[in-house]
């Protein structure tokens, strides 16, 4: 426990900093598994959609420094690559 009343202030920020951080990490990872559960269920117009909120979630927790842009992007090039294959091979 923190003795100094700086200290104590610090924790408190922390544990509201890190309740925020969990938010967005675990909605953008929401959908992303809903976005692969759909494009592997063949449902790929709704796929659309849910990877535009997948990647909306992505930027916010990127620009938040929740994650790094570069995962951020890694992640949103993965989904659309998936979805782009699931369309071309049911083409």
């Not at 809903?34 to 990127?62: F, H, M, N, V």
């Amino acid at each position: 426990m923190a003795n100094i009343k700086s200290a104590e202030k610090r924790a408190r920020q922390n544990i509201k900093r890190q309740m925020q951080n969990r938010y967005f990490a675990s909605t953008a990872r929401t959908y992303i598994k809903k976005a692969r559960l759909q494009i592997a269920a063949g449902d790929l117009e709704t796929a659309e959609t849910t990877i535009q909120q997948a990647t909306k979630a992505l930027d916010k927790a990127a620009q938040k420094g929740i994650i790094h842009a570069n995962n951020a992007a890694r992640r949103k090039s993965r989904l659309v690559k998936a979805l782009n294959k699931a369309k071309a091979t049911e083409a």
